[in-house]
């Protein structure tokens, strides 16, 4: 008997099937042509990497600013900054140091503005520490106050900004007149810095507006002994000489704070002032000669040498520096009077 043959089932035939090629031609055809994108997807992949390539340009452009920034080129490092907002108006960093750098050119208007720009898009403790400060040298109090508040509801209390936050309202509150105040927050920073001789300088202040000359002058001589170079130290020293009728000391000691900073405004005016009472014209004309060497667009020093000038007797001298505070500000009253003066001496 024969082997019994396997059972047959009935398949019915497949359609033809157009001829492919051999799988691993398929692979190696397929890995060579690159994977096979619609027209959307091909557009999506070349945005994504021409913003791959932007985003690397501004990165390496923004380095070449920070680089600049440290060494001081602060207007070069804002060519650099401009060139990155032009491309991604919404650069933050960009945002940010272009504030820096407005600040340390002097122009704290512009400073303002990119700092309200830089809160709004990065709200918090860092961008509202900038945007106080710059209030804060601007001497706009309020709004100053108000930013350094919100900084507050959001500072971690280890932040290295807090100490600076309450010298600063401290000063604020000094300006004011509200000496209890600001002795208030003074004592604040000083439990998170009691080696800081900035501070000692305003504790220092705080004590000659209450009329303690004495502890004025200590606190201004342990802030020198902390740093001998901290020329509002001497400047406040020179003042407690002054009310303590020490008057050479006192000059002495401002020529010290102009010697170690030529440009502390308080110092010159301070000179001036003492140049007027003292009629002692020498020193506030050398040192405002000084300044304006480096400062020329600055028409109230100007006006004030001119002042001191012809106040003693130089009045060629005088008649060129009032024409210099004019053309920086043709419209200033006090000027175009002593020009009249300074004429009316010279026929």
């Known amino acids: 008997m024969s082997e019994l043959e396997p059972t047959r089932t009935f398949v019915e035939p497949l359609p033809l099937q157009p001829q ?27 945005q994504d990497f021409d913003r791959d390539s932007d985003s690397q340009e501004l990165k390496s452009v923004m380095s070449q600013a920070l680089l600049l920034i440290d060494n001081g080129d602060y207007r070069l490092a804002q060519v650099l900054l401009r060139r990155i907002l032009e491309r991604d108006p919404l650069y933050t960093d960009a945002i940010r140091w272009q504030a820096y750098c407005f600040r340390h050119t002097g122009d704290i208007e512009n400073a303002i503005r990119c700092g309200l720009a830089y809160s709004k898009i990065v709200p918090g403790e860092e961008s ?3 945007l106080a400060e710059f209030y804060y040298t601007a001497g706009n109090e309020t709004e100053a106050i108000k930013y350094y508040e919100k900084a507050l509801s959001v500072i971690d209390y280890e932040s290295p900004n807090l100490f600076e936050i309450c010298k600063n309202l401290g000063n604020i509150c000094i300006r004011a007149g509200n000496v209890d105040a600001a002795e208030e927050n003074y004592n604040r920073a000083y439990t998170l810095s009691p080696h800081s001789d900035v501070l000692l300088v305003n504790f220092g202040t705080l004590e000659i507006q209450r009329k303690n000359y004495d502890l004025a002058a200590s606190r201004f001589r342990e802030a020198l002994n902390l740093n ?28 010290r704070a102009l010697d170690l900073n030529p440009h502390n405004l308080t110092a010159l005016s301070v000179s001036i002032q003492w140049g007027i009472e003292d009629w002692r014209f020498d020193v506030p004309i050398r040192r405002l000669k000084e ?57």
């Not at 170079?229 to 401002?254: C, F, I, M, P, Y």
Request: contains cysteine; proline residues 3%.
């Open 20 to 46: 492919t090629k051999p799988v691993a031609e398929r692979v190696v055809s397929d890995t060579l042509a690159g994977p096979v994108y619609r027209e959307d997807q091909r557009a999506k992949a070349l």
């Open 128 to 130: 509202f520490c900038q």
């Open 228 to 255: 001998q170079h901290n020329d509002k130290a001497w400047v406040g020293l020179a003042l407690v000489n002054r009310q303590k009728s020490d008057v050479e000391l006192g000059w002495g000691n401002l020529e």
């Open 291 to 347: 300044f304006l060497a480096r400062n020329g667009e600055d028409s109230n020093m100007s006006y004030s040498l001119a002042a001191l000038l012809f106040r003693s007797g130089r009045v060629q001298e005088a008649q060129l520096e009032i024409e210099r505070t004019l053309n920086l500000d043709p419209n200033r009253a006090d000027a175009q009077e002593l020009r009249a003066k300074i004429r009316d001496r010279s026929q």
